[in-house]
């Protein structure tokens, strides 16, 4: 099984941490939580905040620590493939969260845009048109639930190169 994860975070410089992640596993429900942000955890940027809506007193407010929501993403993937659409920094971003929570990061990412062109080309099927035919349904981006909803619609609406992907992915 394959599942989608997503990471907000405070900005995109080398200080930057999460502030969101969610997670979806194809047919069962999106998970998403604020992560209260470490005592470490300091840089914050205007600009981010006006792509993402989340405000660093709203992390204080209705955050959850970090130690907990790095739990529950465990427990959720275990054993899964997990896919990011950008794994070089939800990696860089779920790094930061396992350190400051003293846990080793427990599952690598794999490159959701790979996936999705395997998928198009088994499928015989236009990457870019399914792209805007489940675009459409999303208007609401850069907030982690909403973005690996998009994901895994995507990947239902790609879903006749599944098994060739199943295929591959057990093999991982």
Not at 3 to 14: M, N, P
Not at 42 to 64: E, I, K, M
Not at 100 to 111: E, I, S
């Amino acid at each position: 099984m394959i599942a989608f994860l997503d990471i907000e975070a405070s900005s995109l410089d080398s200080g930057s941490y999460p502030i969101e992640v969610g997670w979806a596993i194809p047919g069962r429900q999106i998970e998403s939580y604020l992560i209260l942000p470490h005592p470490d955890w300091t840089d914050w940027d205007p600009a981010a905040q006006g792509v993402h809506g989340l405000s660093r007193q709203t992390l204080f407010s209705d955050g959850t620590a970090g130690p907990a929501v790095l739990a529950r993403l465990s427990r959720s993937l275990v054993g899964l493939t997990v896919y990011s659409d950008a794994p070089a920094e939800d990696g860089y971003w779920l790094g930061r969260l396992c350190q400051a929570c003293g846990q080793p990061q427990p599952f690598l990412l794999h490159d959701a845009e790979m996936l999705f062109q395997e998928m198009a080309a088994a499928a015989g099927r236009d990457l870019e048109a399914a792209r805007l035919e489940v675009g459409h349904q999303f208007p609401i981006r850069h907030r982690a639930a909403p973005d690996v909803a998009y994901l895994s619609a995507l990947w239902t609406r790609l879903g006749s190169g599944r098994k060739a992907i199943n295929q591959r992915t057990r093999l991982q």
